[in-house]
């Protein structure tokens, strides 16, 4: 576990949607669940797959990148930006 990823890994669609609001995009291909949280600062993704022995799917997978141009952005900093205070 990476630092500044506590309460994003391992979470539930459910909980994210608590921390960040309504996701922007909400997609589901084949395992794989992506939701997408957005801001001025970032563009925010997050994979979650089922967990072990049918739990309900889990985040393991964050990339953050700017709105503007796509680039690659620190994903703890955009985590802290979109984060509902």
Same mark, same amino acid.
């Not at 709105?67 to 680039?71: C, I, N, T, V």
């Given at each position: 576990m990476? #630092?500044?990823l506590e309460g994003i890994i391992g979470a539930t669609s459910a909980d994210l949607v608590r921390q960040f609001g309504p996701a922007r995009i909400d997609v589901i291909e084949g395992d794989a669940h992506k939701l997408q949280f957005v801001?001025? #600062?970032c563009v925010l993704d997050i994979y979650l797959y089922p967990?072990?022995?049918g739990r309900e799917p889990q985040a393991t997978y964050v990339e953050a990148r700017r709105?503007?141009?796509?680039?690659e952005v620190d994903r703890i900093?955009?985590?802290g930006a979109l984060r509902r205070k």
């Open positions: 990476l #630092p500044g801001g001025t #600062p967990g072990a022995q709105a503007s141009d796509g680039q900093s955009c985590i």
